[in-house]
T-cell receptor
């Protein structure tokens, strides 16, 4: 899982495989957002899942949220080489500050063609 | 075409000098932000601007000063640069300045190296 002082995690898989990345957070949040960052680019949001949702899907992506264990996961089915990136989860950590997200350290995913 | 333009993309600065990072967004958003990403820390929130007003400054020292001359413009002035300031600085924006559930749109970043 990504968070806190943990090092950036890394996964290497073959194209076509499915993958699940996990995230745990320490503070109450109203939403969990998953972002993807490709090399040399800024992060781009993939999915936003709210605290009253347990699952959210978008194309090949599926996010889950378990507020009782304060954890979330992002699954990608049928990965493509273009899915190679660093994936971050981000929470609002209960803050009232507009636009303030707390990001995890991320999972580096390498998909080989 | 990128909708959030950051300039310069790369820069090298001398310790003690001053630099300005430029950000313009063409998404029609009302809120803009600065984040910092370094090798040592996760992506980290710095400033929040909504309708050209500073909403919050979380972790940045007074050497970091955001400047907003127009609604779609948020520059970052950094003075008395230190090697620890070396990082990639990302500008981001969102449709509204409301709190929960905002999708942030990020620029491609300005990579700063202080020697």
């Amino acid at each position: 899982s990504q968070w806190g002082e943990e090092n950036l995690q890394a996964l290497s898989i073959q194209e076509g495989e499915d993958v699940t990345m996990n995230c745990s957070y320490k503070t109450y949040t109203t939403v969990v957002q998953w972002y993807r960052q490709k090399s040399g680019k800024g992060p781009a949001q993939l999915i936003l899942i709210r605290s009253n949702e347990r699952e959210k899907r978008s194309g090949r992506l599926r996010a889950t949220l378990d507020t009782s264990s304060q954890s979330s996961s992002l699954s990608i089915t049928g990965t493509l080489a273009t899915d190679t990136a660093v994936y971050f989860c981000a929470t609002d950590a209960g803050t009232q500050v507009v636009g303030q997200l707390t990001f995890g350290r991320g999972t580096r995913l390498q998909v080989y063609a | 075409d990128p909708k959030i333009i950051q300039k310069p993309k790369y820069l090298v600065a001398v310790t003690g000098s001053e630099k300005i990072l430029i950000c313009e967004q063409y998404l029609g958003h009302n809120a803009m932000y600065w984040y910092r990403q370094s090798a040592k820390k996760p992506l980290e929130f710095m400033f929040s601007y909504s309708y050209q007003k500073l909403m919050d400054n979380q972790t940045a020292s007074s050497r970091f000063q955001p400047q907003s001359s127009k609604k779609n413009h948020l520059d970052l002035q950094i003075t008395a640069l230190k090697p620890d300031d070396s990082a990639t600085y990302f500008c981001a924006s969102s449709q509204t300045g409301q709190h929960s559930g905002n999708t942030l749109y990020f620029g491609e970043g300005s990579r700063l190296i202080v020697v």
